[in-house]
T-cell receptor, first 112, second 109 residues
Framework: NAGVTQTPKFRILKIGQSMTLQCTQD?????MYWYRQDPGMGLKLIYY???????DKGEVPNGYNVSRSTTEDFPLRLELAAPSQTSVYFC???????????FGPGTRLLVL | KNEVEQSPQNLTAQEGEFITINCSYS?????LHWLQQHPGGGIVSLFM?????KKHGRLIATINIQEKHSSLHITASHPRDSAVYIC???????????WGAGTKLIIKP
């Protein structure tokens, strides 16, 4: 099993551009999460999903959108990228909500 | 006041030393998590516990619910243990994880 995979690994965006961060898990987990981690800071929850078709906001959802059309995939969409969105983005999944989470390798995003 | 506080923020030790990292929280919780973030950035869950003590290899995690405190211990530390160790709690009220800022551990050979 690959676990949780994320693409791309690294991306540079210009201010105002849009992009989608991809996240896929092959563990048949219902629960999936998107976090951002700013330098020297802890993880902050952006959005989470409790199953296909069901998503909810986390602590810092502004500027992001998500969708969950399948159990496996949980893409994160950035509209109108801003320098404040420069961060490392982690996707995670779990068997039970808020229990042991399995993390992807992260996507490093730089907005200039 | 942060709801989850870790100490120390940074810790440098010699190979073989016994390591203790602390996590204090100020809210009621249903569970506490310890995770490890490698220098390359990858994050791995180490423990989830709601009471008592858990052990995995050279890692031991304890929690005292009454004192709202948890410790992560590493016995016979090794340079490959160098990483950031993160504490996170799942609150009683809405269950979203609250994350500590992490403790950066460096083990020198």
């Amino acid at each position: 099993n690959a676990g949780v995979t994320q693409t791309p690994k690294f991306r540079i965006l210009k201010i105002g551009q849009s992009m989608t961060l991809q996240c896929t898990q092959d563990m048949n987990h219902n629960y999936m999460y998107w976090y951002r981690q700013d330098p020297g800071m802890g993880l902050k929850l952006i959005y989470y999903s409790v199953g296909a078709g069901i998503t909810d906001k986390g602590e810092v959802p502004n500027g992001y959108n998500v969708s969950r059309s399948t159990t496996e995939d949980f893409p994160l969409r950035l509209e109108l990228a801003a320098p404040s969105q420069t961060s490392v983005y982690f996707c995670a999944s779990s068997w039970r909500i808020w229990e042991t989470q399995y993390f992807g390798p992260g996507t490093r995003l730089l907005v200039l | 006041k942060n709801e989850v506080e870790q100490s120390p923020q940074n810790l440098t030790a010699q190979e073989g030393e016994f390591i203790t990292i602390n996590c204090s929280y100020s809210v009621g919780i249903s569970a506490l998590h310890w995770l490890q973030q490698h220098p390359g950035g990858g994050i791995v869950s180490l423990f989830m516990l709601s009471s008592g003590k858990k052990k995995h290899g050279r890692l031991i995690a304890t929690i005292n619910i009454q004192e709202k405190h948890s410790s992560l211990h590493i016995t016979a530390s090794h340079p490959r243990d160098s990483a950031v160790y993160i504490c996170a709690v799942s609150m009683d009220s809405n269950y979203q994880l609250i994350w500590g800022a992490g403790t950066k551990l460096i083990i020198k050979p």
